[in-house]
T-cell receptor
Framework: NAGVTQTPKFRILKIGQSMTLQCAQD?????MYWYRQDPGMGLKLIYY???????DKGEVPNGYNVSRSTTEDFPLRLELAAPSQTSVYFC????????????FGQGTRLTVV | QQPVQSPQAVILREGEDAVINCSSS?????VHWYRQKHGEAPVFLMI?????EQKGHDKISASFNEKKQQSSLYLTASQLSYSGTYFC????????????FGSGTQLTVLP
């Protein structure tokens, strides 16, 4: 049981480049989330999805886009990367029932130079 | 709005106790507690649902006062492995299980 898998683990981007962070879960969870974590800070919600075909903005969505074509996959797209997007990105998934935790991937460390 | 965690940092000797508090200005359905070590993903500790329940896991326990929208994490007889940053994540009712995280409490346990 792999849980939540994120790729890549590390990436360096130049200003203005684009990339997609991949996230896949094999637990058949309805809910999926993207968070970013800046150094010494808590996690901030970027986007979330309650099921295939349904996505919505979180607290800090500017500069990002998502899609959810399947239950398993929830990629995060960065267009025109900026230094302010240097961060660690975590994908998480959760079942719809209320008494279980969110499962986190291992994170993607992104540096924009 | 982000929940407020206190203290921001605490240093303990092995075997000492600590309490970490989490306070929200919004009504809550649940509170989640995670521990994160440097360079790693957050690790789930426990979830507390509304109803004022208290939960425990080994020497780590937590309480949730839904009327005050507050939760506290209790670490007793701390071990070196407890070192890390502790985050509370709060979930409002009807929020698609979105969590809003506090800024964290850095716990250091010294031998």
């Amino acid at each position: 049981n792999a849980g939540v898998t994120q790729t890549p683990k590390f990436r360096i981007l130049k200003i203005g480049q684009s990339m997609t962070l991949q996230c896949a879960q094999d637990m058949n969870h309805n809910y999926m989330y993207w968070y970013r974590q800046d150094p010494g800070m808590g996690l901030k919600l970027i986007y979330y999805s309650v099921g295939a075909g349904i996505t919505d903005k979180g607290e800090v969505p500017n500069g990002y886009n998502v899609s959810r074509s399947t239950t398993e996959d929830f990629p995060l797209r960065l267009e025109l990367a900026a230094p302010s997007q240097t961060s660690v990105y975590f994908c998480a998934s959760s079942p719809w029932t209320g008494n279980t935790e969110a499962f986190f991937g291992q994170g993607t460390r992104l540096t924009v130079v | 709005q982000q929940p407020v965690q206190s203290p921001q940092a605490v240093i303990l000797r092995e075997g000492e106790d600590a309490v970490i508090n989490c306070s929200s200005s919004k009504a809550l359905y649940s509170v989640h507690w995670y521990r994160q070590k440097h360079g790693e993903a957050p690790v789930f500790l426990m979830i507390l649902l509304k109803g004022g329940e208290q939960k425990g896991h080994d020497k780590i326990s937590a309480s949730f006062n839904e009327k005050k929208q507050q939760s506290s994490l209790y670490l007793t007889a701390s071990q070196l492995s407890y070192s890390g940053t502790y985050f509370c994540g709060t979930e409002p009712p009807g929020s698609a299980r979105q969590l809003t995280f506090g800024s964290g409490t850095q716990l250091t346990v010294l031998p």
